[in-house]
């Protein structure tokens, strides 16, 4: 009995001891997330509910005035020109969490999608049909007169989305699960003309 008893014992401790050295090597832990892409500016990016392509970007405080005046704080546009695909079955908006700004800039989610050319705001997006959009992020003032946007190239994450169960209904919805890929996109001041605003 004393015997089985030891066996037991050595047995537990063989397991346990394995079961350590799996758990430090993260044979236990969720799977690694795919490694980072890193894209060409203009090169289509899949983040879940549409494939999105970034082109180039400038600074502007001559469009959308009103707009403007109405945030507090803010000077001007941090203006993006992309391309966005819809992904889904149905018509959809802009995903607005699958861009992500550097965060030195302080800003999140876009306060504007303006679809081109024929200028609408928070256009609604066909399946599979390429949109030409402008992208537009309120700066403040502290942001402009500092060093976060002295470099014509600026910085970009795709962020990959994901369907998940809502913990509200039983629909489902899109959260955000990492960053697909970077990019560097550069600076072009006509970006925005479209909506530039006559003095």
Known sequence: M?????????????????????????????????PRETAAAGDPVDAG??????????????????????????????VLAAEVTAATDLTTKFPDDALALPDGLGVDDPEQVVLLPDLRRGPDLQPGLP???????PLPGDVL?????ADDDLPLDYVRLRLDDSTIDSSQVWRVDGVAAT?????DDAVGDELAEED
């Open 49 to 78: 509910p549409a494939e999105l392509a970034a082109h180039a970007w400038t600074v502007r405080d001559d469009i959308a005035t009103r707009a403007l005046e109405g945030i507090d704080g803010a000077e001007a546009w941090l």
């Open 131 to 137: 949109s030409q959009v402008l992208l537009l992020w």
């Open 183 to 187: 990019t560097v996109v550069p600076r």
């Open 2 to 34: 004393r015997t089985s008893l030891r066996w037991a014992i050595a047995a537990g401790t063989v397991v346990a001891a394995g079961a350590g050295a799996v758990a430090v090597t993260g044979g236990f832990g969720a799977a690694a997330p795919p």
């Open 145 to 149: 007169a500092g060093d976060a946007l």
